[in-house]
């Protein structure tokens, strides 16, 4: 386990942390990811976000009631990157796990070569573009691929998931994917993790 951060959620995560926070609705999911942004940029650390099922201005307007936060400064400045689901690599409209890894990695790798931070906070949100998709499969792997990344770099990512937009089989699986778990208010180590060559045997047997 890596060096403790505060996340702003009550309970430190550590560095090289891959969260998966469930939640239902967009009250509980603010109610995680502002404290996380805020924490991020109070700490001086990069802070990449992709949000989906809200606008970037209403977010910025909930993170910009903490006047500790020069939100012009960070924006202006790259500290804070706010990106929609659709201006990623998904403008296809088609999730592809190498294609959202892609973008995870020259972001990260982008913002930590450049030595302007001591870590990167990611979080990613993208149910509402998803809830369609045929292949869940895809996200899956993407999450799994994503956990090769931790050691590389100084980071922790959150993962969101609307419990309201999610079902079933998908959530068993996007749960094993992530090595801790923020639910019900509380940050916990997930027992049920599956290491990324354990989880693609599994799907090969």
Known sequence: MGDPVDIGLGEPAATG???????????????????FIRSALRSGDKCICVIDSTEPAELLAGIGLDTEIDLPACLASRQFDLVRAADTTMRSGRFRSTDMVGFWKASIAGAMNAGRYQRVRAASEICQSLRNMPDWGEVVRHESEINRMLSLYAQVLLCL???EKVGGAFLV?????????????RLTENPHYLPPDEWLARQSA
């Open 17 to 35: 942390d891959h969260i998966c926070a469930l939640y239902s609705g967009p009250i509980e999911r603010d109610a995680i990811l502002l404290p």
């Open 161 to 163: 998931y609307d419990l």
């Open 173 to 185: 699986d996007m749960v094993s994917m992530h090595p801790r778990l923020f639910i019900n208010g």
